[in-house]
């Protein structure tokens, strides 16, 4: 089985930025589709991003409009989450899942482990 594990969260301004990470491990030797999620307040969890085991395709909610990016290093079996630009309404626990690989990256559905989350607050 693979476990993951968030770091990064935090308070920060609006307009500011956060990079959020989260390390594979068990058997992290089969490629996977990582993504990330989030769960606003009072709110169910929703798709932020993904990407495919290359690193070369990503795929985002609308909300993001180009202020975070998703990458990956699988030397170090680490997906990241840098967020800029930071708003109010981002404030949620985000968390990092993955599912074996598909040839799909923007079906957000179908990922199979997940992380405890990381708490991210945005202040006005």
């Known amino acids: 089985q693979v476990q993951l594990v968030e770091s990064g969260g935090g308070l920060v301004q609006a307009g500011g930025s956060l990079r959020l990470s989260c390390v594979a491990s068990?058997?992290?030797?089969?490629?996977?589709?990582m993504a990330w999620f989030r769960q606003r307040p009072g709110q169910e969890r929703e798709f932020v991003a993904a990407?495919?085991?290359?690193?070369?395709?990503?795929y985002f909610a609308d909300f993001v409009e180009g202020r975070f990016t998703i990458s990956r290093d699988n030397t170090k079996n680490t997906v990241y989450l840098q967020m800029n630009s930071l708003k109010p309404e981002d404030t949620a626990t985000y968390y990092c899942?993955?599912?074996?690989?598909?040839?799909?990256?923007?079906?957000?559905?179908?990922?199979?482990?997940w992380g405890q989350g990381t708490q991210v607050a945005v202040s006005s």
């Open positions: 899942a993955n599912r074996p690989e598909t040839d799909i990256i923007g079906v957000t559905t179908g990922y199979t482990t």
């Open positions: 068990g058997h992290t030797h089969m490629s996977n589709d």
């Open positions: 990407i495919n085991w290359s690193g070369g395709e990503f």
